[in-house]
T-cell receptor
């Protein structure tokens, strides 16, 4: 079985500051890793994913996440945040080769960017 | 593609009434998921289907909740009778794991208020 822990439920930061949202997972098998973002009053949408290859993955809006197998982590970072990044961020995992299609989500981290 | 479609977007009803939420997945996707999101409990998986067959309904809170998927393009989540504690945002998501590595595509959600 898999589980996902997002250590921070809320992260307040000032605009243009760097941010890191932490995600740790537990699994007895290899997993795919995802970050989803939920803007206010909207559904979740995929931000970035790690499937294989380079352990550093990037999104189109400046976020990046690094897969660390030894620490079973997939932390999300951005060097300079904008007001528009205010949202809730969910880390999720799915087992390799899983035909079930199921994702295991963390409880989410609310990022609040202040001017 | 229009994405996952959910209706209604907002529903206000009185305790004891029957509520039916509807979802149209992305064409070609063979997995469909129903989630519930509340401030207290976060994002919870209620049930998911594969090729119209329910695979795991262990997240369904109680017998008042039921879900069906009569065909590949339509699913319903029914609450009968509804209670105030059912107030939440209900999301539907679909995926096609063999192509999209378990990436789930979420609908905009239905905000349910039970008075």
């Amino acid at each position: 079985a898999q589980s996902v822990t997002q250590l921070d439920s809320q992260v307040p930061v000032f605009e243009e500051a760097p941010v890191e949202l932490r995600c740790n997972y537990s699994s007895s098998v290899s997993v795919y890793l995802f970050w989803y973002v939920q803007y206010p009053n909207q559904g979740l949408q995929l931000l970035l994913k790690y499937l294989s290859g380079s352990t550093l993955v990037e999104s189109i809006n400046g976020f990046e996440a690094e897969f660390n197998k030894s620490q079973t982590s997939f932390h999300l970072r951005k060097p300079s945040v904008h007001i528009s990044d205010t949202a809730e961020y969910f880390c999720a995992v799915s087992p390799y080769g899983g035909s079930q299609g199921n994702l295991i989500f963390g409880k989410g981290t609310k990022l609040s960017v202040k001017p | 593609d229009a994405g996952v479609i959910q209706s209604p977007r907002h529903e206000v009803t009185e305790m004891g009434q029957e509520v039916t939420l509807r979802c149209k997945p992305i064409s070609g996707h063979d997995y469909l998921f129903w989630y519930r999101q509340t401030m207290m409990r976060g994002l919870e998986l209620l049930i998911y289907f594969n090729n119209n067959v329910p695979i795991d309904d262990s997240g369904m809170p109680e017998d008042r909740f039921s879900a069906k998927m009569p065909n590949a393009s339509f699913s319903t989540l029914k609450i009968q009778p509804s209670e105030p504690r059912d107030s939440a945002v209900y999301f539907c998501a679909s995926s096609f794991p063999r192509r999209a590595y378990n990436e789930q595509f979420f609908g905009p959600g239905t905000r349910l208020t039970v008075l």
